[in-house]
């Protein structure tokens, strides 16, 4: 079959297969604070990490929700890592609350302290990126239209990792069980891995 997006003419299809198709996604879940100090936490399956020397995140939110509300106003997030057994409360925290309101409370999530940026961390997640605004803005489409959806970039400013998942200093993956968004309610975890080495014996970066 063919569609054109802009048709919405897939009528073999009652719900728009895109996000199936561009899966798996990594998933950030990210921790952001109002300037009244209401830490917001949501989760965002169009996200990724972009650069590296600096090294950059990327997510887009439809439209300016909280999150994206409150890095403009103070510059800050932190991306936590949305892992398997944390399902459950990823999922919780993509509700819409009330700007006084925290996803932290709902989603019944302790908090932990950052290091440079002010944002609280998810203290059960096993990763953490602190990250400082670099740019947001709105994307527009081929016309040149707003669209409402909004792109933030954050350079990365500080790393926590939970020392139970490194060994031989190697940060095991499939042992974090990462998950990843793949369109509909679905979701996958990382369990398995296969390691292999790019041609000519390239190394991966350690700097």
């Not at 998810?122 to 947001?136: D, K």
């Not at 792109?151 to 060994?167: K, M, Q, R, S, Y």
């Amino acid at each position: 079959m063919f569609y054109a997006p802009t048709g919405r003419d897939h009528a073999l299809l009652p719900h728009n297969p895109l996000k199936a198709i561009v899966a798996p996604r990594p998933i950030g879940w990210i921790s952001s604070l109002s300037p009244a100090g209401v830490a917001n936490l949501a989760p965002y399956s169009f996200f990724n990490l972009v650069s590296e020397s600096p090294d950059i995140v990327m997510f887009s939110s439809s439209g300016v929700k909280d999150t994206v509300r409150n890095i403009l106003d103070t510059g800050e997030f932190v991306c936590n890592l949305a892992t398997h057994p944390l399902l459950a409360q990823v999922n919780l925290t993509s509700a819409v609350l009330p700007r006084e309101e925290s996803e932290f409370d709902l989603a019944g999530l302790a908090r932990a302290p950052s290091h440079l940026v002010k944002p609280p961390r998810v203290a059960a997640s096993p990763c953490a990126l602190e990250c400082v605004l670099v740019e947001a803005r709105e994307l527009v489409g081929r016309s040149g239209a707003a669209t409402g959806h909004w792109l933030v970039f954050g350079e990365i400013v500080g790393i926590h990792i939970d020392e139970a998942f490194v060994e031989d200093g190697i940060l095991r993956i499939e042992k974090l069980n990462s998950l990843a968004r793949c369109g509909y309610f679905d979701y996958a975890a990382v369990e398995e891995v296969h390691t292999l080495p790019r041609p000519g014996g390239q190394s991966f970066t350690s700097a």
